[in-house]
């Protein structure tokens, strides 16, 4: 696609649920991010995928958060028993690769997924 | 740690010339990205400098000093459009992991 997409753009559920968050990254950038957003803040770092693997996730809060990238290009991020702190905008952004090799490695981001727990 | 700090809100007026500066520990980065972000829109790249000095980009330059941990963007000609957030953002020293500060607001007035 053109761009990051994200589905869903909005999810609102009630505690305790599980919810799953999908990332389309643009064609060919191999390196995938999520970041969580609250209002008034930045993006806060979560997990970088390079291709498959989960190359960095020391940002996942706690062990409720997880996310997959199965064949190097999708990604889901999962969230089990939601609490109503996880309430936030979920992005996703790619790279096409990390920094070097003429890549600034900036980041296109996707317009978010809103999570609100109830 | 990588902090990295940044003013909360600015306003200036249309026309007018804005600099909006970020500090941040030197040792946990290599370089520093800024983004516009307006809002409930997407976070989008403005500019990216690894080495000391000013990258000019139209209406947009952005410095960096190394040493000093320490980068600024400056705006020229403000437009109403420009009122967004500004992030800066710092590149983590293994080269993939972009750390982002808490922004800076500008309202830009007439």
């Known amino acids: 696609g053109a761009g990051v997409s994200q589905t869903p753009s909005n999810k609102v559920t009630e505690k305790g649920k599980y919810v799953e968050l999908r990332c389309d990254p643009i064609?060919?950038?191999?390196?995938l991010y999520w970041y969580r957003q609250s209002l008034g803040q930045g993006p806060e770092f979560l997990i970088y995928f390079q291709g498959t693997g989960a190359a960095d996730d020391s940002g996942l809060p706690n062990d409720r958060f997880f996310a997959v990238r199965p064949e190097g290009s999708v990604s889901t991020l999962k969230i089990q028993r939601t609490e109503r702190g996880d309430s936030a905008v979920y992005l996703c952004?790619?790279?096409?690769?990390?920094?070097?090799?003429?890549?600034?490695?900036?980041?296109?981001f996707g317009e978010g997924s809103r999570l609100t727990v109830l | 740690g990588q902090n990295i700090d940044q003013p909360t809100e600015m306003t200036a007026t249309e026309g007018a010339i804005v600099q909006i500066n970020c500090t941040y520990q030197?040792?946990?980065?290599?370089?520093l990205f800024w983004y516009q972000q307006h809002a409930g829109e997407a976070p989008t790249f403005l500019s990216y400098n690894v080495l000391d000095g000013l990258e000019e980009k139209g209406r947009f330059s952005s410095f960096l000093s190394r040493s000093k941990g320490y980068s600024y963007l400056l705006l020229k000609e403000l437009q109403m459009k420009d009122s967004a957030s500004y992030l800066c953002?710092?590149?983590?020293?293994?080269?993939?992991?972009?750390?982002f500060g808490a922004g800076t607001r500008l309202f830009v007035k007439a």
């Open positions: 030197t040792s946990g980065f290599n370089g």
């Open positions: 953002a710092g590149l983590n020293t293994g080269g993939f992991k972009t750390i």
């Open positions: 064609s060919g950038h191999t390196a």
């Open positions: 952004a790619s790279s096409l690769t990390k920094v070097g090799g003429g890549s600034a490695g900036e980041l296109f």
